[in-house]
Protein backbone atom coordinates (compact mmCIF):
# COMPACT_ATOMS: atom_id res chain seq x y z
CA UNK A 1 0.00 0.00 0.00
CA UNK A 2 2.74 2.50 0.90
CA UNK A 3 4.37 1.67 -2.27
CA UNK A 4 1.17 2.49 -4.31
CA UNK A 5 0.76 6.00 -2.04
CA UNK A 6 4.20 7.00 -2.87
CA UNK A 7 3.75 6.07 -6.86
CA UNK A 8 0.54 7.73 -6.93
CA UNK A 9 2.26 11.14 -5.36
CA UNK A 10 5.41 10.73 -7.62
CA UNK A 11 3.12 10.65 -11.14
CA UNK A 12 0.98 13.78 -9.27
CA UNK A 13 4.13 15.64 -8.91
CA UNK A 14 5.18 14.94 -12.95
CA UNK A 15 1.90 15.99 -13.83
CA UNK A 16 1.38 18.97 -11.99
CA UNK A 17 5.12 19.51 -13.43
CA UNK A 18 4.53 18.91 -16.85
CA UNK A 19 1.10 21.17 -16.65
CA UNK A 20 2.82 23.85 -15.59
CA UNK A 21 5.61 23.39 -18.14
CA UNK A 22 3.41 22.68 -21.14
CA UNK A 23 1.35 25.96 -20.05
CA UNK A 24 3.91 28.60 -19.73
CA UNK A 25 6.40 27.90 -22.47
CA UNK A 26 3.03 27.69 -24.50
CA UNK A 27 2.16 30.54 -27.49
CA UNK A 28 -0.92 31.27 -25.94
CA UNK A 29 0.86 32.20 -23.23
CA UNK A 30 0.85 36.28 -21.51
CA UNK A 31 3.90 37.86 -21.47
CA UNK A 32 4.18 39.34 -18.83
CA UNK A 33 6.46 41.77 -16.84
CA UNK A 34 7.29 45.42 -15.63
CA UNK A 35 9.16 48.38 -17.60
CA UNK A 36 10.51 51.48 -16.93
CA UNK A 37 9.40 54.66 -19.23
CA UNK A 38 10.83 57.75 -18.19
CA UNK A 39 11.30 57.01 -14.34
CA UNK A 40 7.76 55.71 -14.13
CA UNK A 41 6.58 51.95 -13.64
CA UNK A 42 4.86 50.19 -16.08
CA UNK A 43 3.51 46.60 -15.52
CA UNK A 44 2.22 44.62 -18.74
CA UNK A 45 0.64 41.53 -19.71
CA UNK A 46 0.42 40.90 -23.23
CA UNK A 47 -2.44 38.83 -23.77
CA UNK A 48 -1.76 36.37 -27.08
CA UNK A 49 -5.20 34.70 -27.17
CA UNK A 50 -8.62 36.06 -26.95
CA UNK A 51 -12.05 33.99 -26.92
CA UNK A 52 -14.97 34.90 -27.50
CA UNK A 53 -16.98 37.83 -28.96
CA UNK A 54 -15.66 41.80 -29.05
CA UNK A 55 -12.23 43.36 -29.40
CA UNK A 56 -9.50 42.19 -27.39
CA UNK A 57 -7.99 44.28 -24.29
CA UNK A 58 -4.19 44.70 -23.80
CA UNK A 59 -4.27 46.23 -20.22
CA UNK A 60 -0.94 47.88 -18.88
CA UNK A 61 -0.58 49.41 -15.25
CA UNK A 62 0.74 52.95 -15.64
CA UNK A 63 -0.11 54.99 -12.73
CA UNK A 64 1.73 58.76 -13.66
CA UNK A 65 -0.72 59.45 -16.19
CA UNK A 66 2.23 61.24 -17.89
CA UNK A 67 2.71 57.79 -19.29
CA UNK A 68 1.28 57.05 -22.68
CA UNK A 69 1.64 55.24 -25.78
CA UNK A 70 0.18 53.68 -29.14
CA UNK A 71 -0.34 50.54 -30.63
CA UNK A 72 0.67 49.27 -34.00
CA UNK A 73 -1.21 46.56 -35.71
CA UNK A 74 -1.87 44.33 -38.45
CA UNK A 75 -3.36 41.03 -39.44
CA UNK A 76 -0.95 38.24 -38.96
CA UNK A 77 0.27 36.93 -41.92
CA UNK A 78 -1.63 39.33 -44.43
CA UNK A 79 0.67 42.28 -46.12
CA UNK A 80 -1.99 44.82 -45.02
CA UNK A 81 -0.67 48.34 -43.89
CA UNK A 82 0.38 48.82 -40.31
CA UNK A 83 -2.04 50.59 -37.95
CA UNK A 84 -0.85 53.01 -35.44
CA UNK A 85 -3.68 54.01 -32.67
CA UNK A 86 -3.04 55.92 -29.25
CA UNK A 87 -3.78 53.77 -26.09
CA UNK A 88 -6.43 54.40 -24.00
CA UNK A 89 -6.71 55.47 -20.57
CA UNK A 90 -8.83 53.75 -17.74
CA UNK A 91 -7.70 55.56 -14.15
CA UNK A 92 -4.18 53.94 -13.69
CA UNK A 93 -4.64 52.17 -16.72
CA UNK A 94 -3.84 51.80 -20.12
CA UNK A 95 -5.58 50.33 -23.01
CA UNK A 96 -5.07 49.15 -26.48
CA UNK A 97 -7.60 47.20 -28.28
CA UNK A 98 -6.90 44.96 -31.07
CA UNK A 99 -10.50 44.67 -33.39
CA UNK A 100 -12.32 40.98 -33.26
CA UNK A 101 -11.30 38.74 -35.96
CA UNK A 102 -12.74 35.35 -36.61
CA UNK A 103 -11.91 32.11 -34.93
CA UNK A 104 -8.09 31.25 -36.25
CA UNK A 105 -7.57 34.90 -36.83
CA UNK A 106 -4.34 36.16 -35.76
CA UNK A 107 -3.50 39.52 -35.05
CA UNK A 108 0.41 40.75 -34.46
CA UNK A 109 0.92 44.03 -33.11
CA UNK A 110 3.61 46.00 -30.91
CA UNK A 111 3.35 48.90 -28.58
CA UNK A 112 5.39 52.36 -27.81
CA UNK A 113 5.13 53.79 -24.70
CA UNK A 114 6.04 57.37 -23.66
CA UNK A 115 7.08 59.68 -20.90
CA UNK A 116 8.74 62.95 -21.65
CA UNK A 117 11.14 62.63 -24.09
CA UNK A 118 11.66 58.65 -23.41
CA UNK A 119 10.41 56.22 -25.40
CA UNK A 120 10.02 52.46 -24.75
CA UNK A 121 9.14 49.79 -27.26
CA UNK A 122 7.39 47.00 -25.82
CA UNK A 123 8.26 44.14 -26.72
CA UNK A 124 11.72 45.05 -26.64
CA UNK A 125 12.37 43.55 -29.84
CA UNK A 126 10.19 41.15 -32.43
CA UNK A 127 6.17 41.66 -31.91
CA UNK A 128 3.54 39.49 -30.13
CA UNK A 129 1.04 37.15 -32.02
CA UNK A 130 -2.63 37.07 -30.77
CA UNK A 131 -4.99 34.15 -31.84
CA UNK A 132 -8.55 34.62 -31.56
CA UNK A 133 -11.15 32.13 -31.05
CA UNK A 134 -14.52 31.70 -30.39
CA UNK A 135 -16.70 30.97 -26.83
CA UNK A 136 -16.41 27.59 -26.02
CA UNK A 137 -19.32 26.83 -23.31
CA UNK A 138 -17.62 25.59 -19.65
CA UNK A 139 -19.84 22.28 -19.97
CA UNK A 140 -17.63 21.55 -22.57
CA UNK A 141 -14.39 22.34 -21.68
CA UNK A 142 -14.22 21.68 -18.22
CA UNK A 143 -14.91 17.83 -18.75
CA UNK A 144 -12.31 18.14 -21.49
CA UNK A 145 -9.99 19.73 -18.84
CA UNK A 146 -10.42 17.25 -16.49
CA UNK A 147 -10.31 14.32 -18.60
CA UNK A 148 -7.09 15.27 -19.97
CA UNK A 149 -5.45 15.42 -16.46
CA UNK A 150 -6.83 12.74 -15.08
CA UNK A 151 -5.26 10.57 -18.46
CA UNK A 152 -2.28 12.26 -17.61
CA UNK A 153 -1.90 11.12 -13.95
CA UNK A 154 -3.25 7.78 -14.62
CA UNK A 155 -0.59 7.38 -17.65
CA UNK A 156 2.08 8.40 -15.62
CA UNK A 157 1.14 5.86 -12.96
CA UNK A 158 0.74 3.31 -14.92
CA UNK A 159 4.39 3.65 -16.37
CA UNK A 160 6.06 4.25 -12.92
CA UNK A 161 3.76 1.04 -12.01
CA UNK A 162 5.05 -0.92 -15.43
CA UNK A 163 8.45 -0.44 -13.93
CA UNK A 164 8.14 -2.49 -11.01
CA UNK A 165 9.00 -6.24 -12.06
CA UNK A 166 5.54 -7.30 -10.51
CA UNK A 167 3.40 -3.91 -11.42
CA UNK A 168 -0.32 -4.64 -12.39
CA UNK A 169 -0.73 -2.33 -15.47
CA UNK A 170 -3.88 -4.09 -17.24
CA UNK A 171 -6.55 -2.07 -15.15
CA UNK A 172 -4.46 1.35 -15.06
CA UNK A 173 -4.07 0.44 -18.71
CA UNK A 174 -7.89 0.47 -19.51
CA UNK A 175 -8.38 3.67 -17.32
CA UNK A 176 -5.88 5.69 -18.96
CA UNK A 177 -7.10 4.83 -22.57
CA UNK A 178 -10.77 5.51 -21.17
CA UNK A 179 -10.05 8.83 -20.06
CA UNK A 180 -8.03 9.73 -23.07
CA UNK A 181 -10.61 8.31 -24.81
CA UNK A 182 -13.40 10.98 -23.27
CA UNK A 183 -11.12 13.71 -22.99
CA UNK A 184 -9.17 14.08 -26.13
CA UNK A 185 -10.93 12.15 -29.04
CA UNK A 186 -14.79 13.08 -27.79
CA UNK A 187 -14.97 16.30 -25.72
CA UNK A 188 -11.98 17.50 -27.53
CA UNK A 189 -13.39 17.34 -31.22
CA UNK A 190 -15.96 19.40 -29.62
CA UNK A 191 -13.85 21.96 -27.87
CA UNK A 192 -12.00 22.54 -31.17
CA UNK A 193 -15.71 22.67 -32.80
CA UNK A 194 -16.77 25.86 -30.50
CA UNK A 195 -13.11 27.16 -30.96
CA UNK A 196 -12.22 26.96 -34.29
CA UNK A 197 -15.29 26.20 -36.31
CA UNK A 198 -13.99 22.64 -36.72
CA UNK A 199 -14.19 19.08 -35.08
CA UNK A 200 -10.81 17.57 -35.90
CA UNK A 201 -8.17 19.84 -38.31
CA UNK A 202 -4.94 16.94 -37.41
CA UNK A 203 -4.17 14.20 -39.49
CA UNK A 204 -5.32 13.39 -42.64
CA UNK A 205 -7.36 16.93 -42.42
CA UNK A 206 -4.33 18.98 -41.30
CA UNK A 207 -1.29 19.28 -39.14
CA UNK A 208 -2.67 20.98 -35.89
CA UNK A 209 -0.19 19.98 -33.43
CA UNK A 210 -2.29 19.77 -30.42
CA UNK A 211 -4.81 17.15 -32.53
CA UNK A 212 -2.11 14.91 -33.92
CA UNK A 213 -0.75 15.02 -30.37
CA UNK A 214 -3.68 13.84 -28.67
CA UNK A 215 -3.84 11.08 -32.00
CA UNK A 216 -0.82 9.67 -31.40
CA UNK A 217 -0.86 8.77 -27.57
CA UNK A 218 -4.77 7.38 -28.44
CA UNK A 219 -2.80 5.19 -30.65
CA UNK A 220 -0.15 4.20 -28.46
CA UNK A 221 -2.67 3.73 -25.39
CA UNK A 222 -4.54 1.74 -28.08
CA UNK A 223 -1.68 -0.72 -28.75
CA UNK A 224 -0.49 -1.25 -25.22
CA UNK A 225 -4.21 -1.52 -24.26
CA UNK A 226 -4.70 -4.23 -27.16
CA UNK A 227 -1.37 -6.24 -25.91
CA UNK A 228 -2.68 -6.51 -22.60
CA UNK A 229 -5.88 -8.27 -23.82
CA UNK A 230 -6.54 -11.64 -21.37
CA UNK A 231 -4.47 -12.12 -18.70
CA UNK A 232 -1.36 -10.34 -19.96
CA UNK A 233 0.23 -7.27 -18.76
CA UNK A 234 2.09 -6.16 -21.56
CA UNK A 235 3.90 -4.11 -19.25
CA UNK A 236 6.64 -2.55 -21.60
CA UNK A 237 3.81 -1.83 -23.58
CA UNK A 238 2.53 0.46 -21.28
CA UNK A 239 5.65 2.09 -20.41
CA UNK A 240 6.21 2.90 -23.98
CA UNK A 241 3.10 4.29 -24.00
CA UNK A 242 2.93 6.40 -20.65
CA UNK A 243 6.41 7.53 -21.98
CA UNK A 244 5.49 8.50 -25.03
CA UNK A 245 2.40 10.55 -23.80
CA UNK A 246 4.75 12.38 -21.59
CA UNK A 247 6.94 13.38 -24.07
CA UNK A 248 4.47 14.36 -26.56
CA UNK A 249 2.41 16.55 -24.19
CA UNK A 250 5.14 18.04 -22.93
CA UNK A 251 5.27 19.95 -26.65
CA UNK A 252 3.47 23.61 -25.53
CA UNK A 253 -0.05 23.50 -25.63
CA UNK A 254 -1.45 25.03 -29.25
CA UNK A 255 1.74 25.49 -30.73
CA UNK A 256 1.31 25.39 -34.87
CA UNK A 257 -2.41 25.57 -34.09
CA UNK A 258 -5.51 26.35 -36.24
CA UNK A 259 -4.51 29.32 -38.02
CA UNK A 260 -6.34 31.60 -40.89
CA UNK A 261 -3.73 32.64 -43.74
CA UNK A 262 -3.97 35.59 -45.61
CA UNK A 263 -2.68 36.90 -48.98
Same mark, same amino acid.
Given at each position: ??????????????????????????????????????????????????????????????????VNGTVTWRRYTSSDPWT???????????? @?? $????? &?? !? #?????????? *??????LPATGLVVTRFKGAVPH??????????????????? @?? $????? &?? !? #?????????? *??????????????????????????????????????????????????????????????????????????????????????
Amino acid at each position: MLKKILLWALALLITLASAVYQRQTGPTYPIDGELDVGGATVAYSLTRTHGGPGDQEVVLTAADPAVNGTVTWRRYTSSDPWTTEPLGRRDDRLV @AV $LPHQP &PA !G #KIEYRLTLFR *GEAERPLPATGLVVTRFKGAVPHWALMPHILFMFAAMLVSNF @AG $LEALR &PT !G #KTRRVALVTF *GLLTMGGMIFGPIVQKFAFGAFWTGVPFGWDLTDNKTLIAFIFWAVAVWAGRGRREARWWVFAAAVMMLVIFLVPHSMFGSELRHA
